[in-house]
């Protein structure tokens, strides 16, 4: 129950009589009381000033309040852990003692705290390069073609420029600031064999030796205050009881002798415990000034070690600033500058053109044509013969060009097949040369696999390739191959080329991977170093 002290209630033999302060407090009783019995009594009385007056042959109470009261007390010895008041106060200065072990655990705190930054930069750019990787394969087997095709590489790319940044930030974060932290930490802070730190313990001891001569006086005033107090109550009672003999007409003349001497020396006491309690406090107050400056020296070598680790942690915070900030890398701008690049890059024509093309009605195509009948239809035909690889040009008819002016558009390849009427009667005798060369046996071989297009005929009839000393180019556009033996590859690819042109227009070459195969020779341009 919360509200104010009635008049007349009895709490546990006294009567408040009086109430100075009518503020809010508690207090709680059962229904015992009801019936006379002895109950139990919970009150706050903080910041209540109250009287309260006893029955009749009873001691009287005085509760004053605590804010009025307050006084440093003499219990608390420098060695006590002051949890508030003023610095000024015994032991309160461990609150500054204490700031010194702080420091050293603000400074782990603040490597643990970019470590884990640290760390997700690093999973940051791990995701960014485990993106670039899966996306490029996607879009290098996807169906986008062209500029646009390039421009989506150029996100790709940017991931991967991204990554390398955000691993450089990494590197810094968990190297050079984390060693430049524990560097000024260790420059700070000096453990001691028996633990804690050197500039603690001296701060401690600082603290300890300017409190120690005037908390000593301290003590010797709240005794002589003690005693001045008890010398006052004393006091009252003698007088007390002189007041009640007075009254008294059984009390005889001696006794009241004895009662009125009793006051004057309990008064006597009285005066001299004050000026034992005013002359201690005069010293106490004669001594503060030396007191104050003891402590204000100490404190401010603490403050001196304490503007050091602030002027340390701001610069360090202007550090790690620097290095999360990315606005001021010029890798970073370069990087998304390549990627607008890339993106403006892309032309929807010339997409669209190099479809038609290689894909579209821009296509060259073998119109069917009377073919008469010869020797040659009769033989059995080679799978590369089928496929067109013939010692001779032929030269196609009926062809659409494909639009003139367009860049990056492939060129179209001479077909492999065989002639049809010019070439007949030189085939025919050429089979006949080669079937008395053996023996007067018919015997026409296919080509393997590694043969080229251009070959020459030796005296013994075999042929061979025409080699060259192997010459790096460049692919121009991209390359299906549509048989075995031919090679595909990407526009900007590197391969050797290990055979001269034949009059088809192919090549032999070697991918970087090792393997050999025919590839169009104008879909190529030589490397000059």
């Not at 007409?249 to 020396?265: A, D, G, H």
Request: proline letters at 3%; hydrophobic letters at 30%; aromatic letters at 8%.
């Amino acid at each position: 129950m919360m509200g104010h002290i009635p008049r007349g209630v009895s709490l546990l033999g006294y009567e408040i009589s009086t109430c100075v302060k009518q503020q809010p407090f508690s207090w709680q009783y059962n229904s015992a009381a009801a019936r006379g019995f002895k109950f139990p009594v919970t009150l706050n009385l903080k910041f209540l000033n109250l009287q309260i007056d006893s029955p009749p042959a009873t001691k009287s109470a005085k509760i004053l309040c605590c804010k009025e009261t307050r006084v440093m007390s003499s219990e608390d010895d420098t060695g006590g852990e002051a949890s508030g008041g003023s610095f000024w106060e015994p032991g309160n200065y461990k609150r500054t003692v204490k700031r010194v072990d702080d420091g050293n655990r603000l400074c782990n705190d603040l490597i643990s705290c970019f470590q884990e930054r640290a760390k997700i930069e690093k999973s940051y750019a791990q995701q960014l390069t485990d993106w670039a990787r899966k996306w490029r394969n996607a879009v290098e087997k996807g169906p986008q073609y062209g500029t646009l095709e390039k421009a989506w590489h150029a996100f790709l790319t940017a991931a991967d420029k991204l990554s390398e940044i955000h691993l450089e930030v990494r590197n810094r974060l968990a190297g050079e600031d984390t060693d430049k932290i524990k560097a000024w930490q260790k420059e700070a802070y000096h453990k001691q064999m028996i633990g804690g730190f050197k500039e603690t313990k001296e701060a401690e001891d600082g603290f300890r030796k300017a409190q120690k001569p005037w908390v000593k006086k301290l003590k010797d005033v709240e005794t002589s205050k003690k005693n001045y107090h008890a010398a006052r109550k004393e006091e009252k009672t003698a007088q007390t009881r002189e007041n009640h003999a007075k009254a008294d007409s059984t009390i005889s003349q001696e006794q009241m002798r004895k009662l009125q001497e009793r006051v004057e020396k309990c008064v006597q006491e009285a005066e001299k415990c004050k000026d034992q309690y005013e002359k201690m406090l005069e010293e106490l107050n004669r001594y503060n000034p030396r007191y104050m400056e003891d402590m204000e020296q100490v404190f401010e070598s603490c403050q001196e070690a304490e503007c050091k680790r602030l002027c340390f942690f701001k610069e360090m915070f202007l550090d790690l600033h620097n290095h999360l900030n990315l606005s001021t890398n010029e890798s970073f701008h370069a990087l998304y500058q390549d990627l607008y690049q890339g993106i403006m890059a892309a032309n929807d024509h010339e997409d669209l053109k190099w479809w038609r093309n290689v894909h579209g009605p821009g296509m060259a195509m073998n119109w069917p044509q009377f073919e008469e009948w010869s020797l040659e239809t009769q033989r059995p035909i080679s799978r590369k013969e089928k496929s067109g690889k013939s010692n001779e040009d032929v030269t196609l008819t009926s062809i659409v060009p494909a639009g003139d002016g367009v860049k990056q558009t492939p060129p179209q390849t001479k077909q492999r097949f065989s002639h049809h009427e010019e070439q007949n009667s030189h085939l025919y005798d050429t089979l006949r040369a080669s079937a008395c060369m053996n023996g007067g046996k018919e015997e026409i071989s296919e080509w393997s696999d590694e043969d080229t297009p251009k070959k020459c005929l030796e005296v013994n009839g075999h042929e061979e390739d025409i080699k060259v000393p192997g010459v790096r180019v460049r692919a121009l556009y991209d390359y299906a191959g549509q048989e075995a033996d031919e090679l595909s590859f990407k526009a900007g690819e590197e391969l050797m080329k290990i055979s001269e042109e034949d009059e088809q227009g192919w090549c032999k070459g070697r991918l970087q991977t090792g393997q050999v195969g025919l590839y169009p020779a104008n879909y190529v341009e030589k490397i000059i170093l």
